[in-house]
Each structure stands twice: as C-alpha cells, then as structure tokens.
T-cell receptor
Framework: DGGITQSPKYLFRKEGQNVTLSCEQNLNHDAMYWYRQDPGQGLRLIYYSQIVNDFQKGDIAEGYSVSREKKESFPLTVTSAQKNPTAFYLC????????????FGPGTRLTVT | GENVEQHPSTLSVQEGDSAVIKCTYSDSASNYFPWYKQELGKRPQLIIDIRSNVGEKKDQRIAVTLNKTAKHFSLHITETQPEDSAVYFCAALGNDMRFGAGTRLTVKP
C-alpha cells in the first residue's frame, strides 16, 4: 500500500476556516488527482495535474484550490467557499494521463462543523 | 458532464455463486475501463482493467467484458468468497474521468 500517502487520516475544522489536505507520492508519477467521495455516489474529480506547475479543474472544483510545485506533492485546500466540505477525500496518481492505472492514497476524512 | 451508470447498487449472493456488475458509459472517447474494490474505510484497489481494443479479459475468478458499440462493460466474479464482500467501482477514462456510484457486494457464507 505504500507509494502514495495522505495526511491526516481524520481532520476536523470549524466552518469558515480553510484547510489543506496533504498528498505525497514517491512513485515518480507525472499525474496526480483529487477526488471527493460521498455516500452512495461515485468518485467525483475535483482537480488534476498532468505535470508540475500545471493543473486543471475537474467537475466540482468550486471552493477548492490546488498547487503542484513539486512532482511528488499535490496539496488540496478546501476553502470556506466550499458549501458542503464534509466528505472523504482521495488523492491518486498515475504514470501518465487518464488512460493509466491510478493508485489511490488512504484518504482523509474531513468533518466541518 | 457525462456519467457512468452502474448497476446494481447492492448485490447479495451466496458463497460460491457468481456476481455480475454492469456499467454503461456515454463518452465515446473513453478508452480505459478499470474496476476497483474498496473495503470499508480503505483506499480503492485496482482488481482488473480493460482497454478499448480488447473485448474480454480474465484473471483467475475475475473477468471483465467490454462492448464498445453498446458502450457497456461488466465485471464477473465467479466462485465468490466472503472476502469478496466490498464496494466495487467501475470507471470510464479517456478525455474525462468518470466513476460509477459503486456496488456493495455481500457474499453470505
């Protein structure tokens, strides 16, 4: 299960606060992804990055921001503008683009009250 | 965006029986179709995948079939065991990344 890590596993925040979720990989993968998982729904893409210093919005990017300053790292910030931030967040990486196997991190469960 | 429909949402089978999960996609540019298994509280793990130039792929008790014309693909698990109990996700990847909503499979001993 090694290679891609997320921290922390559980995160609690008050409404109105920004929070940053960490994602690191040592697989030398070019592409990295952030997904949100809600009960009864499939994974929904928030942001993805094919290469360092470049990233694209996914289907539900509003209220989120990312950066890709290093190949190994793709942190996700959940801003106060995200209306319903409580969810399970999964980070993934792949060797190339979407046509390659994605390896998932263990996830971060964020609870905002 | 265009979705992936996955059915059924829950599936309960007796140990030793077969289980079939079906997905339908709409983006004709999709060319990679992985299936993931996710146990409670854990990360999704790839169990099998198929590319658009292949119609069927098998790995021991697991098989996937793809019908590009009809835009649907299926996961088949034979001789199910209690440890197969989990949520299974399909995905259709290409220009977009679309995942099905998941199927909760329960294998009763």
């Amino acid at each position: 299960d090694g290679g891609i890590t997320q921290s922390p596993k559980y995160l609690f925040r008050k409404e109105g606060q920004n929070v940053t979720l960490s994602c690191e990989q040592n697989l030398n993968h070019d592409a990295m992804y952030w997904y949100r998982q809600d009960p009864g729904q499939g994974l929904r893409l928030i942001y993805y990055s094919q290469i360092v210093n470049d990233f694209q919005k996914g289907d539900i990017a509003e209220g989120y921001s990312v950066s890709r300053e290093k190949k190994e790292s793709f942190p996700l910030t959940v801003t106060s503008a995200q209306k319903n931030p409580t969810a399970f967040y999964l980070c993934a990486s792949s060797m190339g683009g979407a046509s390659y196997e994605q390896y998932f991190g263990p996830g971060t469960r964020l609870t905002v009250t | 965006g265009e979705n992936v429909e996955q059915h059924p949402s829950t599936l309960s089978v007796q140990e030793g029986d077969s289980a079939v999960i079906k997905c339908t996609y709409s983006d004709s540019a999709s060319n990679y179709f992985p299936w993931y298994k996710q146990e409670l509280g854990k990360r999704p793990q790839l169990i099998i995948d198929i590319r658009s130039n292949v119609g069927e792929k098998k790995d021991q008790r697991i098989a996937v079939t793809l019908n590009k014309t009809a835009k649907h693909f299926s996961l088949h698990i034979t001789e199910t065991q209690p440890e197969d109990s989990a949520v299974y996700f399909c995905a259709a990847l290409g220009n977009d990344m679309r995942f099905g909503a998941g199927t909760r499979l329960t294998v009763k001993p």
